[in-house]
C-alpha cells in the first residue's frame, strides 16, 4: 500500500537492472517520509505521543544499536566534570584560579560546571517551569507555535532536524532567538513570556563573565572573546523537554553532537541524562560520562566557534543525552554566537603555528549544521583544512 503520491521507488526500479533491495530500501524510506510527515503534522510533538498513551517507542525514533553503543558508559569519577567556583573573581588570586580551572577544563574535557555564577535559583526554577507550563498546556495552545521556518524568532518544533537525520529524538523544543534581535513579548509564548526576556539578560551577564575567564586563559586581554570577536552578540535559546520514554534502550533524547555555539551555558533540573564523550590523553578508548545534576549550578561548555576561534587549544566536546523512563526532563542549552552574517569567524594562530581552520562565517557554519542535522559528524570538519 502506498499512500504518497511520488513514486520514486517505482522510477528507480524501472531505470536500473537491478535491484530488489534497492528497491525495498527505497520504498522504506517513502514509508519513513510519510510516517515523519504524519508525526510533524500533529504539531503535539514528542509529548502528543505520550499522552496519546504510547507503549512503544515508534520507528522513527529507533537508532542503529552501532550508534547506541558506540563506546562504554563509565560511572568512574576519575573523569569527573570540574565544578568551578565563581565567588571569588573579585580578588585578584581568586580570578587567577577560575582562570586557571577554565583552562584546564576548556583545553580537555571541554564541559565544567559553575556555582556562584550570579543567576538567582528563582530566575531558574522560574526558567524551567515555564517551559515546561508550555509544552504541558493542549496543542491548540502549542499548535500556533509550530514551525521549521528560521525566520521565525521563535519556534516550537519536534526536532529540528526531523526530515535530514537518521533517527529521531525523543524531545520537543522551544527555540527562541534573543540577540541580537530579541522578540516582541507578544511572540513568547504565555506560559513563559514573564520569564524568559529576565533569564536571557541574567545569562547575558554570566556570559560576559565566562568569555572574560576564557579569554585571560587564552593568553589574551580579558574583552577579547566579548568585544574584538563579538561572542556575546548572539544569543539563542534552545528550551527542551524530554519526555518519559517507553522503550528508553530504542531511542535517545539527543543524538551526539558538539555544539553551534562559542559557548554554551546549560540550565538542566535534577533528572539527569546528558553525557559527555571523554578521551584519554591519547584521544583513545572513548567512554560515556554523566554530567550529573549539581543543585544551583550551571553547566558551560566549549562550542564549535570557540574551538575554531581558538585554533584546536579549546575543545567543543561531543555530548548526547540518554533516554528515559523517569521524567518528564527540562533543559534550557543557551547558545552565544555572533551575528552570523556581517563577521568572519578565523583561527587566532599563535606564533609560528598554522590555521586548521578556512575562514568562515556563523551563518555558513550554522547552515551547514542545521542542511546535515545531527549525524554523529562534527561541523568542524566541513572547515577543517
Ligand atoms: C544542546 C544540548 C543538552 C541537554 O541543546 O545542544 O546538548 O541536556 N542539550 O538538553
Ligand atoms: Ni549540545
Known sequence: HRSLPHTHAQTEFKGSTHCRSQLQSSMASDHR???????????????????????????????????????????????????????GLATPSGRASAVGAVKAAAETVGFFQVVNHGVPEAAMSAMLAGL?????????????????????????????????????????TLFMDMAPEPPAPEEIPPACRAVVPEFAGLVQRLGSTLLGLLSEALGLRRGHLEEDAACLEGLSLACHYYPTCPEPHLTLGTTKHSDPSFITVLLQDAVGGLQVLVVDDDKQNPAWVDVPAVAGALVVNVGDYLQLLSNDRFKSVEHRVVAKSAGPRVSVACFFRTDGSTRVLAPIVADGGNARYRNTTVDEMVRHYRAKGLDGVSSLQYVRI
Open 33 to 87: 517520509l510519510g510516517a515523519l510527515k504524519a508525526f510533524d503534522d500533529t504539531k503535539a510533538g514528542v509529548k502528543g505521543l505520550v499522552d496519546a498513551g504510547a507503549t512503544v517507542v515508534p520507528l522513527i525514533f529507533h537508532h542503529a544499536p552501532e550508534s547506541l553503543n558506540d563506546a562504554p558508559h563509565h560511572h568512574d569519577h576519575q573523569f569527573a566534570i570540574p565544578v568551578i567556583d565563581l565567588a
Open 132 to 172: 515546561r507550563n508550555f509544552i504541558e498546556e493542549p496543542v491548540e495552545a502549542k499548535a500556533p507555535y509550530y514551525t521549521r521556518d528560521h525566520g521565525r524568532r521563535v519556534r516550537y518544533q519536534s526536532n529540528f532536524d526531523l526530515f535530514q537525520s537518521p533517527a529521531a529524538n525523543w524531545r520537543d
